[in-house]
């Protein structure tokens, strides 16, 4: 990225974010926005000025305006009018205005129930992030232009229908909040699932930290919205420890807990703690218990050993939430290293999470521990012909060949 | 804006004894007072219940010309039993309108914008 496209990116959110709220058109938002840019890219010969985020909003509201008043004078038949002279409010506009935040709107907007549940990450991630299409394709595995195909129809959608550019009124919060932080869930699974973080997921993975971030500090009294934010820190904290020299997967129980971020780690659990802080009114919602089982796990590095019992109790409670097949798998690794692996077992078929990997490699795993290696490998296997990543496929084939030769 | 609520429902599920029947009449009398709300609030801008899909009679266009048929346009699990013409200011209050409408049992409630079109005789 050179330094403009920096200074755009890091302009892009809050600027079209405003734009979005002010004119409720997102599609247009983009537009005068990548005009604003266009115009930068010329003007700006001694390098950006001392704000560049307002010097875009003004260029960009400006173009907006034109745009409008050429759209009311095409639908008025009179299609050729001399450009308009600049209006006392284009005068007016100076470039020291204050940008109003709207980036909570835009996420409400971006990941409201009626549009598209596969369109919702991706037209945050444009607009509130201001990642490039190809950037988001490329993040989410789909070609590029199947995701601009996608971006155009849920935007068309929203205009269309109606979705409303405003922060949902506190009877239908709970609802619209949890379309947000599901759509965050199921965008932050995907850079979670590449351990190796090559490539196209390295930069999606601090977006998914910096979004989960903002968010929290938008929305500072949902406590879902915290515990979102505490979960993602924790998990991206162990980052560094999730590869060994080979390049293979580390599982979490083997992994040098002295690697962890431990920034990450400290912003993690201030989430976790702020989240606390804002359920007094009831019992921790489902993503609370999540981000305190990943906070259980990170405790590991000041107290020396994992608190089994307590992560069994939390995935206890979270089953009473979210009865699912991967939270029962979950369930079954805890449940072995507390009443060991044949009790485990038994409940890991019952959770039946066949075709998830995994249910596959925590089978494995239970089998090897009970010395049925020829099961095992043969689960292994399963596994590998699932279409693991590198460093995944890397440590299941070790584990294959080492159930081989027992 | 304006919008359609298009109700779907499964008639044989809701209404196993048709229009004769108790659910038949309950149901019509739960629309009475939904229907009561919108106009009291100065929403409500048209809409009917329809009778049952085994009275409807379906036009059918193609290259050979137009052709009539016995049934609705479409043999589908839940039929088309009726729509309404609210008036809400965006889709969340539209969503609203459409979680209180009533219904007899399982059914879809498909919200539409309208197009903005002028109505003739009013200009």
Sequence with gaps: MTPLEATFRAAGGRVVSALA???????????????????????????PPADPAAWLYAVARRAALDRLRRRRTAAAHRPDEPAPTPTPEDHAMSLDEPIPDERLRLIFVCCHPAVATEARAALTLRAVCGLTTAEIAAAFLVPEATLAQRLVRARRKIAAAGVPFEVPASDRWPERMDAVLSTLEIAYAEAHADAALAGPHADFAREMLALSALLARLAPTDAEAQALAATIHLAEARRPARLDDAGAMVPLAAQDAREWDAALLRQGEAFLAASAAMARSGSPGPRALQAAIHAAHASRRQAGETPWRDILRLYDALLTLRDDPVIRTNRAVALSEVEGPATALLQLDAAAARGWLPFHVARAELLARLGRMTEAAAEYEAALALGPSRAEALFLERRRAASVAA | MQYALIIYENEAESYPDGEQGEAWRAVLAAHEAFAGDLHERGLLRGGSGLRHSDTATTVRVTGAGRTVHDGPFAETREQLGGFYLIEAADLDEAIAWAKKLPVAANASIEIRPCLD???PGQD
């Excluded at chain 1, 058109?25 to 890219?41: H, T």
């Design chain 1, 21 to 47: 709220a002010r004119f409720r058109d997102l599609d247009l938002a983009e537009e005068v926005f990548a005009d604003a840019c266009l115009k930068a890219a010329r003007d700006w010969v001694d390098g």
């Design chain 2, 117 to 119: 079109m002028p109505q």
